[in-house]
């Protein structure tokens, strides 16, 4: 999981998104990776329709960004409220209304084709999605991040296509929606791949809720609609209309770009299915995040030739770098459908060293009766979990073959310790892979188990370091 140093250590020097982390920090204690991926999606809506990275399929200033983190303790939609707000005094046109459809998207990009839209709770778009009701706008959602053209004429309408699109979007979801709502069609089909991921959790606690202070949010606000501003007035009168021709990478800038490209390469080659599509798309993360911070530094607004430098790069691979962490370590957690996630919440649910009252195992999985005892009568046929009967109640406890079966489960996850992507001055670093044990946990000692009882029919269970009197173990 992401820690704040390193997320510092990862930004710019000076510019507008290392203001506006230090800014949003101040408000919430929300882990501040969140406001990276706040602060350049408002970056995203300052640079012109027309401002590209010349790569073959050039490569636009538009942003799909993602939070990751716990229900409510994470603070997920208060930091994405604070990137909203500075948006709304700075360009208010720029928030549109959160389409109900794929038709409904399509009229609002042709209305705004330059507009960022906020899902502050994505958990409920990926439910509809799964299912069934948001298929058409996911699809819609995969080709708007590659700036293809949206729309098309019909009988009714002649509107024809929306030729350049720039649509970005700023998203937060909780770690057990997104694998409750995601099938590995969304993960290898490159879906999630679109979003550039950050997933962490508070490390700081703010007893009392922080004042706003007005006076840096209408700063921010004004810096930000200078950085809209496309006017410029060079040294000798004359005005120029930014921005100026790209002409790629620096001969710094590029040599810097490979180092990091092989290195992350072979740090993410024992990464699981699941992720390999977000890894092939980071290098396209990489070149959004650059182009953004130059025209955050300003380079990219002279209004001439220009080319991004040392400078640029080396935070937009550190922030890249921060985004494969958090996709490899999500991806190791997300199981491929739903009765494999099934199976995994009921694991989560019965413990390690002490047995677990059936009615536990079903109020911490969350699922009907009946489904619970169809997966724990599967877990127990594979003996990775035992049954504890006492006075015709009945408990389970995980056996060590667990071992087993979740490496069955997670064939596809990475092999080895997840990489230690580093700070940019550790870019070059490649960790060697730690190759996974194959021998299994020894079995519990009996003075190791913890008994928990159910001894009424309230949620209050009774814990013991022997098994009562009665007590069969299978």
């Not at 006017?231 to 810097?256: F, K, N, Q, W, Y």
Request: hydrophobic fraction near 40%; aromatic fraction near 6%; proline fraction near 6%.
């Amino acid at each position: 999981m992401l820690t704040e140093t390193e997320v510092w250590e990862s930004l710019p020097s000076h510019g507008f998104l290392r203001a506006f982390v230090e800014y949003a920090s101040e408000r919430t204690d929300a882990h501040i990776a969140y406001h990276v991926a706040g602060g350049l999606s408002l970056l995203a809506q300052c640079v012109p329709i027309q401002y590209e990275m010349p790569y073959a399929s050039p490569i636009r200033g538009n942003l799909f960004a993602m939070v990751v983190g716990g229900s409510s303790k994470s603070r997920k939609t208060s930091s994405i409220s604070i990137a909203a707000r500075v948006l709304r005094d700075a360009l208010p046109s720029a928030l549109q209304e959160t389409p109900g459809s794929s038709e409904g998207l399509i009229e609002s990009v042709r209305r705004e084709p330059k507009q960022l839209i906020l899902y502050p709770e994505f958990g409920e778009f990926l439910s509809k999605a799964e299912e069934g009701y948001f298929q058409a706008m996911k699809t819609a959602l995969t080709s708007a991040w590659d700036c293809m053209p949206m729309g098309r004429a019909t009988v009714k309408s002649s509107l024809g296509e929306i030729q350049n699109p720039r649509l970005s979007v700023l998203a937060a979801v909780a770690t057990d929606l997104l694998e409750r709502h995601t099938e590995e069609s969304d993960w290898t089909g490159g879906f999630i791949a679109r979003f550039l991921t950050f997933y962490g959790e508070p490390e700081r606690t703010f007893i009392t809720p922080p004042i706003d202070d007005a006076m840096k949010r209408m700063r921010l606000a004004e810096w930000l609609r200078g950085l809209a501003d496309l006017s410029l007035t060079l040294s000798d009168g004359s005005v120029a209309h930014a921005p100026g021709v790209c002409t790629g990478l620096s001969p710094a800038a590029e040599r810097l770009w490979h180092e990091w490209a092989v290195g992350e390469m072979e740090k993410c080659r024992d990464a699981g299915t699941r992720v390999q599509a977000s890894i092939a798309r980071a290098t396209s993360h990489a070149a959004k995040i650059a182009i953004l911070l130059a025209w955050d530094i300003g380079r990219a607004r002279s209004g001439l030739q220009w080319q991004i430098g040392i400078e640029e790069v080396r935070s937009a691979l550190a922030i890249t770098s921060l985004h494969l962490k958090s996709v490899i370590e999500l991806g190791d957690r997300v199981t491929g459908s739903r009765d494999m996630r099934d199976r995994r919440a009921v694991l989560n649910a019965i413990g390690k060293d002490r047995a677990t009252p059936l009615g536990a195992v079903i109020r911490r999985a969350g699922l009907l009766k009946r489904r619970a005892d169809e997966i724990l009568s599967t877990l127990v046929e594979e003996h990775a979990v035992r049954q504890v009967s006492s006075a015709g109640k009945v408990s389970f406890i995980q056996s060590p073959e667990e071992a087993r079966a979740l490496l069955r489960e997670d064939a596809a996850a990475p092999q080895g310790e997840l990489p230690d992507f580093g700070t940019p001055a550790a870019l070059q670093r490649v960790a060697a892979p730690v190759p996974r044990s194959s021998s299994l946990p020894a079995p519990l000692p009996p003075a190791a188990l913890r008994y928990s009882v159910d001894d009424d029919d309230d949620d209050r269970d009774m814990e013991c370091d022997e098994p009562p009197a009665g007590i069969r173990v299978h």
